[in-house]
């Protein structure tokens, strides 16, 4: 027995949305969060854990922006 879908997912997504830009902040944000911790297990100063959290932030607000240029759905 073959099922055919004739509905198109709600996931199917017709743009770029996981295009190269957003593939490289994605892995930027984790390499922050991960130097982040590992900055304050090893006792650094608050400015310079609190620099990697603001950078963190920063990238977080660009990949919302670019999610919801490609799709506004999605970020909501």
């Not at 902040?25 to 944000?29: E, W």
């Given at each position: 027995m073959t099922?055919?879908?004739?509905?198109?997912s709600r996931f199917a997504h017709q743009g770029p949305l996981l295009d190269s830009t957003i593939d490289d902040?994605?892995?930027?944000?984790r390499g922050l969060v991960l130097a982040?911790?590992?900055l304050e297990q090893r006792g650094a100063s608050p400015a310079?854990?609190?620099e990697h959290v603001r950078e963190a932030d920063r990238v977080r607000a660009e990949l919302a922006r670019l999610i919801?240029?490609?799709d506004p759905q999605l970020a909501a």
């Open positions: 099922m055919a879908m004739n509905n198109p902040l994605l892995l930027h944000l982040g911790k590992v310079e854990v609190d919801a240029e490609d």
